[in-house]
C-alpha cells in the first residue's frame, strides 16, 4: 500500500523566508505526485504535479518542487514567500495504474507580515 | 473552476440518524471519490466511484456507503451518524484515473452531535 509523508505539520515563517516543505512516500513502482493547497476555509487546489520527465517540476505562484526517486521525495519550494502564501500543503501520490490518491497529513504554512 | 457541488455546505445531525451528502458535477467526468478531513490525519478516502453504479471502497469505509445511478451524481450516505463522524466531507472528480488531477467541491461540514 501506499503511503505518504510530510515532515513537518506546522512551520512558521517570516515574509521573504525561503520555504521547503518534505515529502516523503513508500512505494516501489512508478508513481505520479501532487502538492495540492488548501487556503483558509476553501477547498484544495493544485499547485503542481509531476508525472514524469524533468524532476523539477514548476507550478503556480511561484512554487515548484523535485522529484528525486532514489529518496522517494518529492519536496515543495519557494524561494520567497508571501503573507498570501498562509495556507494549509497537502502531498499525494498515485500509483500508476491506480485510481486513487494517498495523501499526507498536511503541513500549515503560518507566514507572517 | 470545475462545476462541482456538494449539499448541503452545513448540517448539524444527532446520533444515530441517517445522513445523505450530495456531490454534483457538470464535467461529464468518469470519476469520483469522497473524501473526510480531519486534523492531523490530512485527506482520508472513503470510497470512490469509475462510472455509473461501479463504486469501491477506500481507507475508511466503515460506516458509510455510496452510490451512483448518474454520472454527474455521487451520493454519500451514514447510515446511522456516530460523533466520529463529525468531519469535513470532500468530494472530487477525475477526467481518468491514474495522472489526471483530481478537482475538489467546496466541502460539507457535518457535525454529529
Known amino acids: 500500500a501506499q503511503s505518504v509523508s510530510q515532515h513537518n505539520h506546522h512551520v512558521i515563517l517570516s515574509e521573504a523566508a525561503s520555504l521547503e516543505l518534505g515529502c516523503n512516500y513508500s512505494?516501489?513502482?512508478?508513481?505520479?505526485l501532487f502538492w495540492y493547497v488548501q487556503y483558509p476555509g476553501q477547498h484544495l487546489q493544485l499547485l503542481l504535479k509531476?508525472?514524469?520527465?524533468?524532476?523539477l517540476v514548476k507550478g503556480i505562484k511561484g512554487f515548484e518542487a523535485e522529484f528525486i526517486k532514489s529518496k522517494f521525495s518529492f519536496n515543495l519550494r519557494k524561494p520567497s514567500v508571501q503573507w498570501s502564501d498562509t495556507a494549509e500543503y497537502f502531498c499525494?501520490?498515485?500509483?500508476?495504474?491506480?485510481?486513487?490518491?494517498?495523501f499526507g497529513k498536511g503541513t500549515m504554512l503560518l507566514v507572517s507580515p | 473552476d470545475a462545476g462541482i457541488t456538494q449539499s448541503p455546505r452545513h448540517k448539524v445531525t444527532e446520533t444515530g440518524t441517517p445522513v445523505t451528502l450530495r456531490c454534483h458535477q457538470t464535467?461529464?467526468?468518469?470519476?469520483m471519490y469522497w473524501y473526510r478531513q480531519d486534523p492531523g490525519h490530512g485527506l482520508r478516502l472513503i470510497h470512490y466511484?469509475?462510472?455509473?453504479?461501479?463504486?469501491d471502497k477506500g481507507e475508511v469505509s466503515d460506516g458509510y456507503s455510496v452510490s451512483r445511478s448518474k454520472t454527474e451524481d455521487f451520493l454519500l450516505t451514514l447510515e446511522s451518524a456516530t460523533s466520529s463522524q463529525t468531519s469535513v466531507y470532500f468530494c472530487?472528480?477525475?477526467?481518468?484515473?491514474?495522472?489526471?488531477?483530481?478537482?475538489f467541491g467546496p466541502g460539507t461540514r457535518l457535525t454529529v452531535t
Open positions: 466511484s469509475y462510472g455509473v453504479k461501479d463504486t
Open positions: 464535467e461529464n467526468h468518469r470519476y
Open positions: 472530487a472528480i477525475s477526467e481518468s484515473q491514474s495522472s489526471y488531477e483530481q478537482y
Open positions: 512505494y516501489g513502482g512508478t508513481v505520479n
Open positions: 499525494a501520490v498515485n500509483a500508476s495504474g491506480y485510481s486513487t490518491l494517498t
Open positions: 509531476y508525472f514524469s520527465g524533468d524532476p
